[in-house]
């Protein structure tokens, strides 16, 4: 599988790449959302001619354009419309405001910073995918 990594911070996005190719996915790296806006103009353009991942992981806020709103945007492309999205964030959100990125933004998941365990973060993760793969299919199972 090939996972989209967006997060500004240097050290947490080569540290996830790391953790996610020793989990044998195949990390998607950007340093920024604004760097995700482009690489979505390009898909939309048909200029992109790279494998599509199959999962994102990205930082909420960020330099350009914030996680959510990058979320919002590849809801509404077909090749990424299904993926499930989780943001990550060091900031302390409300239930209601979660609530909020799920339904307007289209994100499967808010999970907070700093990261847990490796090891819970790859159950978690893992937990997330399996329950949108249940929901495409007609099955509805929460976390």
Do not use: C
Not at 8 to 13: A, N
């Amino acid at each position: 599988m090939i996972w989209l990594i967006a997060e500004d911070e240097t050290d947490i996005l080569s540290l996830l790449a790391m953790v996610f190719e020793a989990w044998g996915h195949k990390p998607l790296p950007f340093p920024s959302g604004q760097k995700v806006w482009d690489w979505l103009d390009n898909i939309e353009s048909g200029s992109y001619a790279g494998d599509i991942p199959d999962f994102a992981l990205m930082d909420i806020r960020m330099p350009g354009k914030k996680g959510n709103e990058v979320a919002n945007r590849m809801r509404t492309i077909p090749a990424l419309k299904n993926i499930p999205l989780v943001l990550m964030t060091a900031f302390s959100l409300t239930d209601s405001e979660k609530l909020e990125f799920q339904t307007r933004d289209g994100v499967d998941a808010v999970i907070n910073k700093p990261l847990p365990a490796f090891d819970v973060l790859q159950s978690t993760l893992n937990k997330i995918i399996q329950n949108k793969s249940l929901d495409q299919s007609g099955v509805n199972q929460s976390l």
